[in-house]
């Protein structure tokens, strides 16, 4: 695993290559809003490491996993979602995944169905 790709899109958004609407960022996580949202809120947070999916994830990346869901409850409180949300992130192309870096989508603002897809 490398730190970067250079053909991945949201390496090129973490690298500032390419514009976004960031919602928070620090040294290992962005957090921006999806240009084709699914809710009122839609928010992708992303490890700024290059990382596939979540399948890709080792025990070492525990941390990094901890702080990627503490953004989340950071971002969810910060747009009033405070009636509830829901965090998904997609491992492959058959559970819809179009882009191979590791993101969790925050989404909320309405009622969601169960099941989803």
Same mark, same amino acid.
């Not at 609407?21 to 962005?30: C, K, L, N, S």
């Not at 699914?38 to 490890?47: D, K, S």
């Not at 979602?81 to 882009?99: A, C, D, F, I, W």
């Given at each position: 695993?490398?730190?970067?790709?250079?053909?991945?899109?949201?390496?090129?958004?973490?690298?500032?290559?390419?514009?976004?609407?960031?919602?928070?960022? $620090? $040294?290992?996580?962005?957090?921006?809003?999806?240009?084709?949202?699914?809710?009122p809120t839609h928010?992708?947070?992303?490890?700024?490491?290059?990382?596939? $999916?979540?399948h890709a994830l080792? $025990?070492?990346?525990?941390?990094?996993?901890?702080?990627?869901?503490?953004?989340?409850?950071?971002?969810?409180?910060?747009?009033?979602?405070?009636?509830?949300?829901?965090?998904?992130?997609?491992?492959?192309?058959?559970?819809?995944?179009?882009?191979?870096?590791?993101?969790?989508?925050?989404?909320?603002?309405?009622?969601?169905?169960?099941?989803?897809?």
């Amino acid at each position: 695993m490398t730190d970067r790709d250079p053909e991945c899109l949201f390496c090129r958004i973490a690298a500032g290559e390419i514009p976004s609407d960031r919602v928070h960022e $620090d $040294d290992d996580v962005i957090a921006f809003r999806d240009i084709a949202p699914r809710a009122p809120t839609h928010v992708l947070v992303i490890p700024r490491r290059h990382i596939a $999916d979540a399948h890709a994830l080792t $025990d070492d990346d525990a941390e990094l996993l901890a702080k990627l869901f503490a953004v989340v409850r950071r971002v969810a409180d910060a747009e009033g979602l405070e009636r509830g949300y829901r965090v998904v992130t997609n491992v492959g192309p058959e559970s819809g995944q179009t882009v191979f870096h590791l993101h969790l989508h925050l989404l909320g603002g309405r009622p969601m169905a169960w099941p989803p897809g």
